[in-house]
């Protein structure tokens, strides 16, 4: 495999898992968590307990790929500590759900933010277009490719911190729920309706390993990945908790039950009409970085499975800059075919699950490490651990079990996947051997 002479640096590194990450899930699930729960200490404790276990599972992940660099992500970790064909599984899983599911949500949110403000949009081709153009640009160059994330991943960030300072500034709503914890909060904490919540706050922080997806095109990856993790997903937290915070005190419970489009909601609460449709305009154009994001992040599990299994061989071709066009072409179509198949929330929840299932076994992938004698002393361990890769593992199996109880449909199609990529695993070992 030729080696790269050009590489992403650490900055456009942290804009992808920012990006990554600040999309669909802050801007959309605050109107379902809402369904059950009224009371902001309850709310933002949910964003917190979130961003803890994405922390934790950022610094085991940074451990795993400083220790197996790879691109690939789960992929190149679960197929070297497990077995080949829970890898294969893996990026199963990453393609056909982890990326092309998001991507359409994110786009799909694009699609209604815009409406919201241009009802004449046909919200489901303006999503479509967006995937469709951001990937071709993807497919250019390398520069092209990591200058405009960097780009768009930076007008993201200002953009948060203008609307939130400026809602608080400008809003005359008062907070009908306490802000501080009552009595009654305290056993929401153990009811299903908050392991709920907490799939879709798991949900709005993943991507908090999106540059394990690339690992081979990061420059000093066994010395940088740690930080790019955890600046990454530190910065994302602190986002979250402003904004969810921002959304409750300017706008009434309400209005944003049960609502995809809580930054246009709240924004027309906090600036009247006209300023609510121009800055949901702007939350739009906070959604390009994040589908612009996982078409950079999501290809490069096919082309390593290419690199894998000769049967997939065409997905690992890349371009004269060592860019994966066909993979990225394919990310490109079958999130389309989301956007266009797919309703929301089902899709939401669906995935959420899944995903937490395939980051279940990575990060619990750290022991699997220590175990097989592969643990490299000079290289970054995991900080805190064994305490760290726990935290994560109990809060996400406490979620996955509650997922399993409270909405059976959404896991069991999961489950689905995974069977199916077990199929295909031994079909291509059929095939290849």
């Known amino acids: 495999m030729t080696e790269l002479t050009q590489k992403f640096d650490q900055k456009t590194a942290i804009a992808i898992v920012v990006a990554n990450m600040v999309g669909t899930g802050v801007f959309t699930s605050l109107g379902f968590q809402l369904l059950d729960i009224q009371s902001v200490s309850m709310i933002l404790l949910l964003w917190i307990i979130g961003g ?32 080949p064909s829970f890898g294969f599984v893996s990026g199963w899983v990453s393609i056909t759900v982890g990326f092309a599911a998001p991507i359409a949500l994110a786009a799909m949110t ?17 999503a479509s277009l967006l995937v469709i153009l951001l990937g071709l640009m993807h497919c250019y160059s390398r520069t092209v490719s990591g200058k405009t ?19 608080l500034t400008f809003s005359d709503h008062e907070m009908t729920m306490p802000k501080l914890p009552v009595a009654s909060d ?13 799939i879709y706050v798991n949900y709005a922080y993943t991507g908090w390993n999106a540059a394990t997806y690339l690992i081979d095109e990061i420059d000093q990856p066994a010395k940088r990945l740690p930080a790019i993790l955890m600046i990454g997903t530190v910065m994302v937290m602190g986002f979250y908790v402003l904004l969810n915070y921002v959304f409750l ?5 309400e209005a944003l039950q049960g609502k995809v489009e809580v930054g246009v909601i709240a924004a027309e609460f906090a600036f009247g009409s006209l300023g609510g449709q121009l800055m949901g305009l702007m939350l739009s154009l906070l959604l390009i970085s994040t589908v612009s994001a996982m078409l950079m992040a999501g290809p490069r599990v096919l082309q390593v499975i290419g690199q894998d299994f000769p049967i997939f061989k065409r997905l690992a071709k890349t371009n004269d800059d060592g860019l ?3 993979a990225i072409l394919t990310v ?13 929330e089902s899709v939401l929840v669906f995935s959420g699950f899944v995903l937490s299932l395939n980051t279940l076994f990575t990060v619990g992938g750290v022991f699997r490490l220590r175990a097989k004698g592969l643990l490299k002393k000079d290289i970054y361990q995991t900080l805190g651990y064994p305490v760290t890769p726990l935290i994560f593992l109990g809060l996400t ?18 489950l689905l996947v995974v069977a199916v990529g077990f199929g295909f695993y031994w079909v291509s070992g059929r095939l290849k051997g």
């Open 397 to 414: 199996l406490w979620t996955l079990i509650y997922i399993l109880i409270q909405r059976p449909e959404e896991a069991l199609a999961g």
């Open 324 to 326: 994966p066009q066909i």
């Open 149 to 167: 994330q960097l780009i768009f991943t930076l007008l993201k960030v200002v953009l948060i911190l203008i609307f939130s300072v400026a809602a």
């Open 332 to 344: 490109v179509a079958l999130s389309v075919a989301f956007v266009l198949t797919s309703s929301f």
């Open 249 to 253: 005190a300017v706008a009434p419970i």
């Open 52 to 83: 803890i276990a994405a922390l934790c599972g950022a610094l085991t992940y940074a451990e795993l790929g400083a220790q197996l660099p790879r691109s690939g992500g789960e992929y190149n970790f679960l197929g070297r500590l497990y077995h």
């Open 110 to 126: 694009f699609g209604a933010y815009l409406g919201a403000v241009l009802p004449d949009i046909n919200q489901t081709l303006a």
């Open 186 to 198: 305290l056993g929401s904490l153990s009811s299903g309706a908050f392991a709920v919540a907490l």
